[in-house]
């Protein structure tokens, strides 16, 4: 089969999980849009405005849809799965506003970001609006454990944002550095919704490990295919939307891969385009062609692949169920993305 078939049909089958996962959580799903929009409310106006801007833009609610997954592979989502799931949507809500007022984005979601709208200073306040509901719900739960699992989250999601914008920039940022930063930054958030599932749905302490390990694994994967995709995918073409990270000076594992293994007129080439906002397009291809020389995109996607096949495993103790065999199809969702 030519390799556009086989990837066409790739593509086409880790749609086919995300349809299966939406329709074994669309029940509780409801539930917790429910409960997100009732949570959004304010007397205060613009709140509301800001809050619901960014959530009637979709996304696909990946991270509490894990939650309900992970607690119905246990139990029940009903209760407390619902309200954790709600609540790991509002903090990862929260760190996206506060995401774009750092990054200075002018798009969110297909939309304009909240910061070009309503400025900055109320998105960063929007945003700590929906942690604090986020906690709330928590403790509305009465699961002080579960509420240490976000509370803890929430912590080292913040220090690998600082982290991340430390090193924006530095040539000298090593693979280590960043996967430090990518677990604290995206890792943690979906480590803590597969966690706070399981013990939702009661599971035992083994199990709500091996599910933390699941969450963590595919979070790490899912990041390393969105750094890729940056660059327009594993095939490295640039297109819309392409580049934002360069510009913005962020240093993904393609760019350091690359930059260990340039000359020094290499090195230059990425160096003067990295954190240059204005930088066009015959730039970014440039340093393109230096990704595409080392196959520094395919060694990030190989990457991506060990660690969804981490997640993969970390299911293996778990008894067999239909939402089993559905989280452990969701990683090749995450890494078909880029193909």
């Known amino acids: 089969m030519p390799v556009e078939s086989l990837a066409k049909q790739y593509e086409a089958e880790s749609s086919g999980v995300m349809d299966r996962l939406i329709a074994a959580t669309r029940a509780d799903m409801d539930a917790v849009n429910r409960l997100i929009l009732s949570r959004s409310d304010s007397p205060v106006d613009m709140v509301p405005e800001i809050a619901n801007?960014?959530?009637?833009?979709?996304?696909?609610?990946?991270?509490?849809m894990l939650t309900l997954g992970a607690a119905a592979l246990f139990g029940t989502a009903e209760g407390n799965g619902v309200r954790f799931a709600a609540a790991v949507e509002f903090m990862h809500n929260a760190t996206l506003l506060h995401?774009?007022?750092?990054?200075?984005?002018?798009?969110?979601?297909?939309?304009?970001?909240?910061?070009?709208?309503w400025g900055n200073q109320a998105s960063v306040l929007v945003g700590d609006f929906l942690l604090g509901q986020a906690f709330l719900m928590m403790v509305e739960s009465g699961d002080l454990d579960a509420l240490g699992v976000l509370s803890r989250a929430a912590a080292v999601i913040a220090e690998g944002e600082v982290f991340q914008l430390a090193k924006a920039g530095d040539l000298a940022t090593t693979?280590?550095?960043?996967?430090?930063?990518?677990?604290?930054?995206?890792?943690?958030?979906?480590?803590?919704?597969?966690?706070?599932?399981?013990m939702a749905g009661g599971a035992d302490p083994v199990a709500r490990k091996a599910l933390a390990a699941y969450g963590r694994e595919l979070g790490m994967a899912f990041q390393l295919v969105d750094d890729v995709l940056d660059y327009g995918g594993a095939k490295g073409a640039?297109?819309?939307?392409?580049?934002d990270d360069l510009r913005e000076g962020k240093m993904t594992l393609p760019v350091i891969?690359?930059?260990?293994?340039?000359?020094?007129?290499?090195?230059?080439?990425?160096?003067?385009?990295?954190?240059?906002?204005?930088?066009?397009e015959a730039e970014l291809e440039a340093v393109l062609v230096i990704l595409n020389r080392y196959g520094t995109l395919a060694q990030t996607m190989a990457k991506?692949?060990?660690?969804?096949e981490a997640a993969r495993a970390a299911l293996a103790g778990i008894p067999p169920s239909k939402c089993h065999d559905i989280l452990y199809d969701v990683p090749e969702f995450c890494t078909a993305r880029a193909y």
Do not use: Q, W
């Open 304 to 308: 991506a692949e060990r660690h969804a």
């Open 238 to 243: 640039l297109g819309k939307n392409t580049g």
């Open 99 to 117: 995401d774009d007022v750092v990054d200075e984005s002018d798009m969110r979601r297909g939309r304009p970001a909240a910061r070009t709208i």
């Open 53 to 64: 801007h960014l959530i009637d833009a979709g996304g696909k609610r990946l991270r509490p």
């Open 175 to 198: 693979p280590a550095d960043y996967e430090k930063i990518i677990h604290a930054k995206t890792a943690t958030l979906f480590e803590a919704a597969t966690e706070v599932g399981a």
């Open 257 to 280: 891969l690359a930059i260990e293994a340039a000359t020094s007129e290499e090195r230059r080439v990425i160096e003067s385009a990295l954190g240059r906002t204005e930088a066009g």
